[in-house]
C-alpha cells in the first residue's frame, strides 16, 4: 500500500496529528483497531468501506468516508478489495471544530461524510479529490476545506489544555489536580469534555495509560504480563485483563498472537502497529 502523510499549516497543526492519502491492497479485508485517543476522518475515493462500531452486530457500509470520535471499544474496518482515500488523524480534542453536533453524539458511533457536512458537500469534495493531481495535491485540498470549516468552540482552550497534560503522562495524571489547576469546576469539566473529545477526561486517561503500555510490549520477546499491568499502574493484573478486553475485544495472549500475524504475513508493512487482522 502506498501511504502519504503531512502535517498541516497552523492554526491546524494544532488540531491535527496528520493528513494521509492511502491506496491500495489492504493486508487484510477486514482489520480490527483497538480503542484510542485518535478521532479520525477518511474522505473515501474508491468502492465503499464497512464499519463495526460499538455493540453493533453487523457492519454498515460507507461510501462517502466516515467521521469518527475518540471510541470507548474496539471497532472493525472492512476494506474493498482496493481501497483508495484521504484522511485526517485528529488529537482528541481536534475534530470537535468541524461538527455540527457534539462529539459524544459520534462516540463508537461513525457517522458518513455527507451526515456531518452534509451530502451535496461530500459529493463536491469527493469529487475535487478524486480529480485532484496526485496524493499532495489531494491533502492540501483537503487542508483548505478544513481551515475553511474551522469554527470556534466553547471550552477549546480548557480541554486542550488537559488533554495535553493527559497525553504528556501517557494518562498517568490525576485528573482531580488538573481540575483544579483550571480552576474549573468537575461538572463542567466532563461536560466541555464530552462535547469537544466525546469522553470525560478521566476516558481519555484511561485511553492513552491503555495505549502507551500497549505500544510499549516488545511481542517478539517474552512478556511478564504481570509486570506489564504493575508498571503502567494498574491495581492488579486481572483489572489489566479485564481493560484490556474493553480496549480490544482481546485477550493479551491472543493480542500477541494477532500481532506476531501480522508482523510474519506482512513485515514493513505501513499499517503494522496499530490495526488487527480481524479475519
Known amino acids: 500500500m502506498e501511504y502519504v502523510s503531512k502535517v498541516p499549516r497552523s492554526p491546524l497543526d494544532g488540531l491535527i496529528d496528520d493528513l494521509y492519502y492511502l491506496e491500495g491492497v489492504s493486508p487484510y479485508s477486514r482489520l480490527l483497531l483497538p480503542a484510542a485517543p485518535a478521532p479520525l476522518l477518511i474522505v473515501n475515493l474508491g468502492e465503499p468501506f464497512h464499519i463495526r462500531a460499538g455493540t453493533a452486530d453487523e457492519a454498515a457500509e460507507y461510501a462517502d468516508g466516515c467521521v469518527v470520535t475518540t471510541p470507548t471499544r474496539a471497532w472493525e474496518f472492512g476494506y474493498p478489495s482496493r481501497t483508495r482515500s484521504v484522511g485526517v488523524h485528529f488529537k482528541p480534542w481536534g475534530l470537535a471544530p468541524f461538527l455540527p453536533v457534539p462529539a459524544a453524539e459520534l462516540c463508537d458511533r461513525p457517522a458518513s461524510v455527507g451526515q456531518v457536512w452534509g451530502r451535496p458537500a461530500a459529493v463536491e469534495l469527493r469529487d475535487r479529490l478524486a480529480s485532484s493531481d496526485g496524493a499532495h495535491e489531494m491533502m492540501m485540498l483537503l487542508e483548505d476545506e478544513l481551515t475553511r470549516r474551522l469554527r470556534e468552540i466553547d471550552g477549546l482552550d480548557l480541554v486542550r489544555q488537559m488533554s495535553s497534560a493527559i497525553a504528556a503522562t501517557g494518562g498517568a495524571v490525576a485528573i482531580g489536580d488538573l481540575g483544579v489547576a483550571t480552576r474549573a469546576s468537575s461538572t463542567y469539566v466532563a461536560k466541555r469534555f464530552k462535547e469537544v473529545v466525546g469522553v470525560t477526561p478521566k476516558r481519555l486517561a484511561r485511553s492513552y495509560r491503555f495505549t502507551s503500555t500497549v505500544l510499549a510490549i516488545d ?47 506482512h513485515p514493513d508493512h505501513v499499517l503494522e502497529g496499530w490495526p488487527l487482522p480481524a479475519d
Open 219 to 265: 511481542i517478539a520477546a517474552p512478556i511478564d504480563w504481570a509486570d506489564v499491568a504493575s508498571r503502567a499502574g494498574y491495581f492488579d493484573q486481572a483489572h489489566f485483563v479485564h481493560e484490556f478486553r474493553e480496549f480490544t475485544g482481546l485477550t493479551p495472549t491472543r493480542y500477541v498472537e494477532v500481532r506476531q500475524r501480522f508482523l510474519r504475513d
